[in-house]
């Protein structure tokens, strides 16, 4: 549980939940008999009276998680409930904030507002009314005439409040809707929120807040839930009881904010079991990948992160870090899980300590850093051990990608397929491992000055048959 300072505790509810996913899980079909789970069975609910922010990695799942609550999007197994009844057959009244300003630019501010209550098929002049003392209320008086692209950020998205809650609604869901605005915009919007909210000038009995940012979570949030990845699933779910107005250097909130990272960066159990379908058919768990999710990180990000550890020390806490450089914690994450899967770094409740692998890359010079890379990738990663393995053996020492999407089709979207290869290119290009022809989509072995093949560690001969023998 969260540090008993930091204001934070379990969890009572008095009354009955809005919204309620019992065993709510997200799939994609891969094959006749495999499925990509995207969010594991999950058990959550929506009560009145709470700010809920919903924090994770990317990739986590977030979105789809507040997609299939608002009703946007199906679970592929379990069910939702508004009010106990099944969301299909129910009559919901919920809004959605976007993270893009999703305005109509060819309408005026006050017909954006208007949009869903015409929608919705309210008479003229009542819709245009309730619009009126909307706009007054989050401070767009006066702009009714202006268009979208008359307004800056700030005011853009003051339009997106506005029209979500011109419909009045039960539930008012937020998909990171602060993230496109700069500092001091985002943190007067966040108050203003938080001022209508509490003082109830608005009639939402609850609020749904998707996040990457740690401290709005817990600047704005009554309960907060962390989601771990592969596939989507909760990893804590609890109350803050800190009182408003909330500093961000008051102790209790420090500790809070740290017990929230250390539960996003600490690396999660992995389960024997794989899930079963109704059907019988079984479903692909992304914790039981034989490919490690490759993060989307440059080496030359993580040379860089290397170096800025060694300058602190060899340790540092990673979200301090993250603070002081101005950057998002969620931008900062894969360059981190880059340089653990490598070997560079070992990060422990939220500590990231460098190894002596990572300060000999970090310290070396350009080729000797390829070289050490060129290592580190071949000891970790599967995805360019195969590669790697696969132009070596064959005649003409030339493999196309589909030989490769194919593999990572049995376990990723067709996407993050795209994404996984993308990310594998790069870094063995950067090692010298191979070559690749975007013109041909092929890769072709690189040979380095006095050998004769790629470099390889010696026990890899014997590694990965059934690859090697699937290449035409």
């Given at each position: 549980m969260p540090p008993e300072s930091a204001g934070a505790t379990g969890l009572t509810h008095m009354t009955d939940p809005i919204i309620q996913a019992q065993q709510v899980e997200k799939y994609y079909a891969q094959s006749k008999d495999a499925?990509?789970?995207?969010?594991?069975?999950?058990?959550?609910?929506?009560?009145?009276?709470?700010?809920?922010?919903l924090l994770g990695p990317s990739g986590s799942g977030k979105s789809t998680l507040l997609r299939m609550l608002s009703g946007l999007s199906r679970p592929s197994a379990g069910k939702v409930l508004w009010h106990g009844k099944d969301l299909d057959s129910a009559e919901i009244n919920v809004s959605i904030v976007?993270?893009?300003?999703?305005?109509f630019p060819w309408l005026t501010v006050l017909e954006n507002v208007e949009a869903p209550l015409k929608a919705r098929g309210m008479e003229a002049q009542?819709?245009?009314?309730?619009?009126?003392?909307?706009?007054?209320?989050?401070?767009?008086?006066?702009?009714?005439?202006?268009?979208?692209?008359e307004l800056s950020?700030?005011?853009?998205?003051?339009?997106?409040?506005?029209?979500?809650?011109?419909?009045?609604?039960?539930?008012?869901?937020?998909d990171e809707p602060f993230s496109a605005l700069d500092v001091l915009t985002a943190d007067n919007l966040r108050s203003e929120l938080l001022e209508l909210w509490q003082k109830k000038t608005i009639p939402t009995k609850a609020i749904f807040l998707v996040t990457h940012n740690i401290e709005e979570a817990v600047l704005l949030a009554d309960r907060i839930i962390v989601l771990g990845r592969n596939p989507g699933h909760v990893r804590t779910d609890f109350k803050v009881t800190l009182a408003h107005p909330r500093e961000r250097k008051n102790q209790a909130f420090t500790a809070l904010v740290d017990y929230i990272y250390k539960v996003?960066?600490?690396?999660?159990?992995?389960?024997?079991?794989?899930?079963?379908?109704?059907?019988?058919r079984r479903v692909?768990?992304?914790?039981?990948?034989?490919?490690?999710?490759?993060?989307?990180?440059r080496p030359g990000g993580i040379a860089g992160l290397l170096e800025l550890i060694i300058d602190l020390g060899g340790r540092t806490d990673i979200y301090k870090l993250a603070d002081e450089l101005a950057f998002e914690i969620d931008d900062l994450f894969p360059i981190v899980e880059a340089a653990q899967l490598l070997g560079f770094l070992k990060v422990e409740e939220g500590d990231a300590a460098i190894t002596p692998e990572g300060k000999a890359y970090a310290e070396s010079e350009?080729?000797?850093?390829k070289e050490l890379f060129r290592k580190a990738a071949i000891d970790h990663v599967l995805l360019l051990r195969q590669i790697t393995r696969a132009l070596a053996n064959k005649s003409d020492h030339s493999v196309p990608e589909e030989f490769f999407l194919d593999m990572?089709?049995?376990?990723?979207?067709?996407?993050?397929?795209?994404?996984?290869?993308?990310?594998?290119?790069?870094?063995?290009?950067?090692?010298?491992?191979?070559?690749?022809?975007?013109?041909?989509?092929?890769?072709?072995?690189?040979?380095?000055?006095?050998?004769?093949?790629?470099?390889?560690?010696?026990?890899?001969?014997?590694?990965?048959?059934?690859?090697?023998?699937?290449?035409g």
């Amino acid at each position: 549980m969260p540090p008993e300072s930091a204001g934070a505790t379990g969890l009572t509810h008095m009354t009955d939940p809005i919204i309620q996913a019992q065993q709510v899980e997200k799939y994609y079909a891969q094959s006749k008999d495999a499925r990509i789970l995207v969010i594991a069975p999950t058990d959550l609910a929506i009560y009145p009276g709470e700010i809920v922010a919903l924090l994770g990695p990317s990739g986590s799942g977030k979105s789809t998680l507040l997609r299939m609550l608002s009703g946007l999007s199906r679970p592929s197994a379990g069910k939702v409930l508004w009010h106990g009844k099944d969301l299909d057959s129910a009559e919901i009244n919920v809004s959605i904030v976007f993270q893009s300003f999703a305005l109509f630019p060819w309408l005026t501010v006050l017909e954006n507002v208007e949009a869903p209550l015409k929608a919705r098929g309210m008479e003229a002049q009542k819709r245009h009314r309730r619009s009126l003392k909307i706009l007054d209320t989050v401070g767009l008086d006066g702009f009714e005439a202006a268009y979208p692209k008359e307004l800056s950020g700030g005011m853009r998205q003051r339009v997106g409040f506005a029209r979500a809650l011109v419909v009045e609604p039960e539930v008012l869901f937020m998909d990171e809707p602060f993230s496109a605005l700069d500092v001091l915009t985002a943190d007067n919007l966040r108050s203003e929120l938080l001022e209508l909210w509490q003082k109830k000038t608005i009639p939402t009995k609850a609020i749904f807040l998707v996040t990457h940012n740690i401290e709005e979570a817990v600047l704005l949030a009554d309960r907060i839930i962390v989601l771990g990845r592969n596939p989507g699933h909760v990893r804590t779910d609890f109350k803050v009881t800190l009182a408003h107005p909330r500093e961000r250097k008051n102790q209790a909130f420090t500790a809070l904010v740290d017990y929230i990272y250390k539960v996003l960066t600490k690396p999660d159990v992995v389960p024997t079991e794989v899930p079963v379908l109704a059907d019988g058919r079984r479903v692909r768990d992304q914790r039981q990948m034989r490919y490690e999710m490759l993060p989307h990180a440059r080496p030359g990000g993580i040379a860089g992160l290397l170096e800025l550890i060694i300058d602190l020390g060899g340790r540092t806490d990673i979200y301090k870090l993250a603070d002081e450089l101005a950057f998002e914690i969620d931008d900062l994450f894969p360059i981190v899980e880059a340089a653990q899967l490598l070997g560079f770094l070992k990060v422990e409740e939220g500590d990231a300590a460098i190894t002596p692998e990572g300060k000999a890359y970090a310290e070396s010079e350009i080729l000797k850093q390829k070289e050490l890379f060129r290592k580190a990738a071949i000891d970790h990663v599967l995805l360019l051990r195969q590669i790697t393995r696969a132009l070596a053996n064959k005649s003409d020492h030339s493999v196309p990608e589909e030989f490769f999407l194919d593999m990572l089709d049995e376990q990723f979207s067709d996407e993050e397929c795209r994404n996984q290869l993308e990310t594998a290119i790069n870094w063995g290009r950067y090692a010298e491992l191979f070559d690749w022809d975007d013109a041909r989509r092929r890769f072709t072995l690189h040979v380095h000055e006095g050998e004769e093949g790629a470099e390889l560690p010696p026990d890899e001969a014997s590694k990965e048959p059934k690859e090697q023998e699937k290449v035409g």
